[in-house]
């Protein structure tokens, strides 16, 4: 047991080192394919100057992290002799399909821009994509539910402080867990709006998360969490002002939906608004900015939203805007171990 989180920090540190490799080509054939993000006219001159920059570079984390942690977890899947090795398989089915999800959305965006009766950056329509990842969560939270010993920490929730679990009915644990899935999904979407923010902010709540499933024993969680830093962080090398390609839908539905299935895994759901405090006021901001509009008749509460814009419109420059957000983020993640601890 305690050799497991050296190995799996060795294993974040070799992803990283193999996705730098392999992402600079990656960029190159995103770039030859004129995979190019379309920038929504609503944003700032800087961001027009953007467009048509690579995105979808989200496949640059998936296919890495399902393939090294399907290569680690191989024989105790096809043998069954772990569960909890067998269960491992459930958010790497999320990561997949909801990258599917992004990348059908990311694309149709690149298509459509063409017509120049749609709007620039819009991809499927927002009903249809919500409805899919509704069905999507609702199966994953079905399973979890339903598999009877392999996710012994799952249907249940932690209460920090108190240290004490309350078992949930699967009737109040389904929708619970769709809910999570689909709004952490949504809210790293609304995160990923500047170059690097929603991948520092992703990779410190999968650490966080890697340290609550080592204190847990649960150590095929742990290698996929710390996996996934090295991949998100390797993301980033391309990622870093000034952006060589986007992460997309591609990435942060998948991200976020995986990050909300790792929360379910542990039992501590509640510690997640917590330890993803920045995709939650950036989703927060777009509620209450959408809210406010409506019952003002045009006036607005924030200059733009998502919150990143808005502090942008005041005068932090970019860069600016994600480093102290990552401060928030990286604080926050601190704050939800301890609390885990407690």
Request: zero cysteines; proline letters at 7%; charged letters at 15%.
């Given at each position: 047991m305690p050799a497991s989180l050296p190995f799996a920090l060795t294993m974040g540190a070799v992803t990283f080192l193999l996705c730098v490799i392999w992402g600079g080509p990656f960029v190159e054939v995103l770039r030859?394919?004129?995979?190019?993000k379309q920038i929504r006219e609503q944003l700032s001159e800087g961001h027009q100057l953007k467009a048509g920059t690579p995105t979808m570079g989200g496949l640059m984390i998936v296919f890495p992290v399902v393939a090294l942690v399907l290569g680690l977890n191989l024989v105790s899947v096809v043998r069954g002799s772990s569960i909890s090795g067998a269960s491992i398989l459930l958010p790497l089915l999320v990561m997949v399909s909801f990258a599917l999800l992004g990348a059908y959305d990311d694309w149709e965006g690149i298509r459509r821009s063409r017509n120049p009766l749609r709007p620039r950056g819009e991809g499927i329509s927002g009903r249809v994509k919500f409805a899919l990842q509704v069905l999507l969560a609702g199966v994953v939270s079905c399973v979890i539910s339903l598999y009877d010993g392999g996710f012994q920490f799952a249907n249940q929730i932690n209460i920090p402080l108190l240290?004490?679990?309350i078992p949930?009915?699967?009737i109040l644990f389904?929708?619970?867990s769709t809910i999570i899935i689909v709004g952490f999904s949504n809210a790293t979407n609304?995160?990923?709006g500047m170059d690097g923010l929603a991948g520092i902010i992703t990779a410190s709540a999968f650490a966080a998360y890697g340290i609550?499933?080592?204190l847990q024993g649960q150590i095929f969680l742990v290698q996929l969490c710390f996996i996934l830093v090295g991949a998100c962080f390797a993301f980033l090398w391309y990622n870093a002002h000034p952006a060589q390609m986007f992460m997309g839908d591609t990435g942060s539905l998948a991200l976020g939906a995986t990050l909300g299935t790792i929360a379910i895994m542990t039992g501590q759901w509640l510690l997640l608004p917590v330890i993803a405090i920045v995709p939650v006021a950036e989703a927060v901001s777009v509620i209450l900015q959408v809210t406010y509009y409506k019952r003002t008749k045009g006036k607005r509460l924030f200059r733009m939203s998502p919150l990143h814009h808005h502090f942008e419109l005041g005068g932090w420059s970019?860069?600016?805007?994600?480093?102290r957000f990552?401060?928030?983020g990286l604080l926050a993640s601190i704050l939800g171990v301890a609390l885990a601890l407690l």
């Open positions: 030859r394919l004129r995979i190019g240290g004490f679990a949930l009915h699967p389904i929708p619970i609304l995160t990923d609550i499933a080592f970019e860069t600016q805007v994600v480093q990552w401060l928030v």
